[in-house]
């Protein structure tokens, strides 16, 4: 990955999106280990992310996808129930209308509405927590099995090989 981000970038970077209300802190957030991640907290909550430009190479075709499918599973929630603003991610628009921002020194970045009241798991510590992490992932399948996959991009070529 870029170098460390400055704070005067993530502040530059925040300006893009429709944020509403003004920030009152962003701090790292979570374990993950390809993007960088940052809690952003204003009117309401956010998640802000660097996408990992070494791991994405066509970062602008993966945010394509993301926003595809989310769309999709959002509009099929409309059709056999459940909470879309909990079930799906959210991609917070740049304010020209984007799905993402690129800055002048090719930082990608990304912009979710923070899911309240959810937690994340690096290690399964019950079997309840294994239980709910394969419902959700049939689901999310089961959600998507109508979805015209030919739209998708490739953002990592021969990963499923």
């Not at 400055?6 to 920030?23: D, N, P, T, Y």
């Not at 399948?141 to 998708?152: D, E, M, T, V, Y």
């Given at each position: ?116 009241g959810t937690t994340t ?41």
């Open positions: 990955m870029k170098k460390i981000l400055q704070q005067s970038e993530i502040e530059a970077s925040l300006s893009q999106f429709q944020l509403s209300g003004r920030v009152r802190s962003c701090r790292s957030y979570g374990s993950g280990h390809i993007n960088d991640t940052f809690l952003v907290e204003a009117d309401r909550k956010y998640i802000l992310q660097r996408i990992n430009t070494d791991v994405f190479k066509k970062p602008a075709e993966l945010m394509e996808n993301i926003s595809l499918v989310c769309s999709y599973m959002k509009e099929e929630m409309t059709y056999t129930g459940g909470d879309p603003e909990r079930e799906a991610l959210t991609l917070v628009p740049t304010r020209t209308g984007q799905c993402f921002f690129e800055d002048a020194n090719g930082n990608f970045f990304r912009v979710y509405l923070f899911i309240e798991y690096n290690l399964v510590e019950k079997p309840e927590h294994f239980y709910e992490s394969a419902y959700a992932f049939g689901r999310f399948q089961n959600l998507l099995s109508g979805f015209p996959a030919h739209r998708l991009y490739v953002t990592i070529p021969d990963f499923h090989h």
